[in-house]
């Protein structure tokens, strides 16, 4: 019988290893054997939705129809296109697991959070993503870290919006549609690096493949979760089952291997130390988009008052990264260090903890700040589309795509 294997040295600092303390149930290390069964994931992808965008590529009209699809489903597009009709006969064979209630259950107490629930995504999720080397390439590929930086973080922050509000992900909804069209985006990605000679697939595998992917998955889902109680939201137990069964959906949806796809928090955790040991491994590209990241939070105003809130946006930010990531990583990353601001930022936790203890004790105070969670998302998207023109569609992404 395989032996367990030693902790990730990723897991032995900071908030990850707080984290892994507090909210781990039972021995979650793989044998190498497991380790081994995982790492096959990295060489496979998406055939499917790969097949469409080799579609788009000979049908000019096979866009359009996929947008049909996705309103009003595959049974509106008359005579549709072999890979069209494979691609949505899946996607629409909803699997038997998939529970709306518990779907809607997770969403309200994600939306709960309000623009709080944004920190844990960009300075725990995607700050922490690039520490995952491999996974970073086809990003560096593109040649636009620094110009791209503020753009990924409000296009992600919009879709995460999208996907996680109430209702979206019911068939033809904005979730729903929006989840399928990054999986799109994501088999463009990997056809503009396969055309690439420059891939280096023994040293970064297939670009954007299964075990990625669900990489992506647990940041948006697993690390939100505990990020955001880190951050002081308190959730029951219910509740953090069901974001996570939520985002076993939207794994679904965007193309994740059912066996990959976790059916509760122990299974996240277990998946989660699978890529911890095998994907977080950073490199010179993980400091420069980490670098990117950091200034893009400076980009937040202009004048005297701007220069200022800037200034105590990278502090904020970069503190909560150093806090989560440790101190290791962090340096690594040369994310800022400002001990001063990372206690005001537990000063925040703690605060954040006992407002949330007494709202669990109140009648109604969960209803009020579910509505008030949800005022605050839908007026950051209103700024968020004013100022960086947002499209839903997706289509500058696969524009360039199909250029690359």
């Not at 998955?217 to 939100?224: A, D, E």
């Not at 903890?353 to 005022?375: C, D, M």
Request: glycine share 8%; hydrophobic share 45%; proline share 4%.
């Amino acid at each position: 019988m395989d032996e367990r294997l030693p902790d990730p040295e990723i897991l032995s600092q900071g908030g990850l290893r707080l984290a892994s303390r507090m909210f781990v149930r039972g021995d979650i290390r793989a044998t190498g054997e497991q380790v081994r069964r995982f790492r096959e994931f990295a060489q496979a992808t998406d055939p499917l939705a790969d097949a469409v965008v080799a579609m788009f590529r000979r049908l000019p009209e096979g866009r359009r129809l996929f947008e049909v699809a996705i309103r009003d489903g595959i049974g509106a597009v008359e005579n549709p296109p072999r890979e069209l009709a494979d691609f949505f006969r899946e996607v629409e064979s909803t699997p038997f697991w998939v529970d709306y209630e518990r779907v809607e259950r997770g969403a309200r107490a994600i939306t709960r959070t309000g623009v709080l629930g944004l920190f844990p995504l960009g300075d725990m999720s995607l700050m922490g993503g690039y520490l995952a080397s491999r996974a970073t390439k086809s990003l560096v590929a593109t040649g636009q870290i620094e110009k791209m930086a503020s753009r990924r973080l409000v296009e992600t922050a919009a879709w995460w919006i999208d996907v996680t509000t109430p209702g979206n992900l019911r068939r033809g909804e904005i979730g729903y549609a929006s989840a399928l069209r990054v999986r799109l985006v994501h088999a463009y990605v990997r056809a503009a690096m396969n055309r690439r000679p420059d891939w280096d697939y023994a040293a970064w595998d297939q670009p954007v493949n299964q075990a990625q992917t669900v990489g992506t998955l647990l940041l948006f889902s697993l690390v939100f979760v505990f990020g955001s109680q880190l951050l002081g939201i308190r959730y029951t137990e219910r509740e953090r089952a069901d974001i996570l069964h939520l985002w076993r959906y939207v794994g679904w949806l965007i193309g994740v291997d059912e066996e990959l796809l976790p059916a509760d928090e122990d299974d996240a955790w277990r998946l989660f130390w699978l890529l911890a040991e095998t994907e977080f491994i950073p490199d010179e590209d993980s400091k420069r988009l980490a670098k990117a990241l950091v200034r893009s939070n400076a980009r937040v105003g202009s004048g005297l008052l701007g220069k200022i809130v800037s200034e105590l946006s990278v502090r904020v930010h970069s503190s909560i990264s150093r806090l989560v990531l440790g101190k290791k990583n962090a340096d690594f990353l040369e994310i800022p260090n400002d001990p001063i601001t990372q206690a005001a930022v537990l000063a925040g936790a703690a605060m954040n903890f006992a407002a949330e203890t007494a709202r669990r004790h109140i009648p109604g105070a969960t209803a009020v700040r579910e509505f008030i969670g949800g005022i605050e998302r839908r007026q950051y998207l209103a700024r968020l589309a004013k100022v960086f023109s947002l499209d839903t569609t997706y289509a500058r992404h696969m524009r360039e795509g199909e250029a690359a």
